[in-house]
């Protein structure tokens, strides 16, 4: 896992777009500081570029660099998640605008997943995900579900033997209203 690990994280600072495991489902990503390699994610996708899109980090540790007011609430939840969940912070900070909502708002999801871990860990940055998918069409529950069309448009897929989810759908979604409360967007 480490020489793929490395491999990837080369092809990450090289500016290239993976297809890669996660947590949840197989993700389209790239180094979620190169704000070309988001651009072609958008196109692949075909994505509207006024829609934001989640990043992975490997700890919570991280949270600092990233968002610029993390609400207390989000200290006592974190620890305790069980199952994958983004949280949607309300100020980001040091990431490229095409991240970042309207309303200033970041997802960030804590990757629970080995190999996304140690991946992110050794980019020494956050990672886009977003489903491997064009926009309009549903989320691919396994890789045998995602298009030819995605596949052809990667500039490397990681091989399957590292995808180790079980649990095919997209993460919880939980946003913070202020340092005290939260609201569950999706379940």
């Not at 309009?136 to 990667?154: G, N, V, Y």
Request: glycine share 2%.
């Amino acid at each position: 896992m480490e020489q793929e690990i490395a491999k990837c994280a080369e092809l990450l600072r090289a500016g290239k777009i993976l297809l890669y495991p996660t947590d949840t489902v197989w993700g389209i990503g790239c180094d979620a500081t190169n704000e070309e390699a988001l651009l072609k994610i958008y196109h692949i996708k075909r994505r509207d570029e006024k829609k934001s899109m989640i990043i992975l980090l490997d700890s919570a540790e991280r949270l600092p660099m990233y968002v610029e007011h993390i609400p207390l609430v989000a200290w006592d939840l974190i620890p305790h998640v069980s199952r994958p969940t983004t949280f949607i912070y309300p100020t980001a900070r040091n990431l490229p605008s095409k991240l970042v909502h309207d309303d200033g708002t970041i997802a960030i999801r804590i990757a629970q997943h080995d190999f996304c871990k140690k991946l992110i860990r050794t980019l020494g940055k956050p990672i886009v995900s977003t489903s491997a998918n064009i926009a309009t069409k549903s989320t691919p529950q396994t890789f045998a579900d995602i298009s030819p069309e995605i596949l052809r448009q990667m500039d490397y897929i990681v091989p399957q033997q590292y995808a180790t989810s079980y649990d095919y759908k997209p993460s919880r979604l939980i946003k913070f209203l202020d340092d005290y409360n939260f609201t569950v967007l999706r379940d």
